[in-house]
Nanobody
Framework: HVQLVESGGGSVQAGGSLRLSCAIS????????MGWFRQTPGNEREGVAF???????TYAESVKGRFTISKNIGEKTLYLQMNNLKSEDSAVYYC????????????????????WGQGTQVTVS
């Protein structure tokens, strides 16, 4: 399996930008579909952006045109570039990975074969 470690969260004013990073380790990481979720207190984890292992991307409607997911294979890092941030984007952001696209994109956080990072806080004021 893979290990995931997020970084890059912080506080920013509305309209600003942040780039989240997710360092990936594991011998077969290039085979994994990957994505970003976010969660606010009292709410379920929400899928934000997904990257298939063949390069295809999917975004939540709320972030289309503002967020971009990408991966640098050589650096073993997944990114989420977030532009024109809004207060409603404030959340803990989690990196996730799975060999199964359906498992990855499921809103369930406890599926077998779905791996998570520890989360990074993003606050937009």
């Amino acid at each position: 399996h893979v290990q995931l470690v997020e970084s890059g969260g912080g506080s920013v004013q509305a309209g600003g930008s942040l780039r989240l990073s997710c360092a990936i380790s594991g011998s077969t990481y290039t085979s994994y579909n990957m994505g970003w979720f976010r969660q606010t207190p009292g709410n379920e984890r929400e899928g934000v952006a997904f990257l298939k292992n063949d390069g295809g991307t999917t975004y939540a409607e709320s972030v289309k045109g503002r967020f971009t997911i990408s991966k640098n294979i050589g650096e073993k890092t997944l990114y989420l570039q977030m532009n024109n941030l809004k207060s409603e984007d404030s959340a803990v952001y989690y990196c996730a990975a799975s060999l199964s696209w359906n498992v990855l994109t499921s809103p369930s956080s406890s599926l077998r074969g779905k791996y998570w990072g520890q989360g990074t806080q993003v606050t937009v004021s």
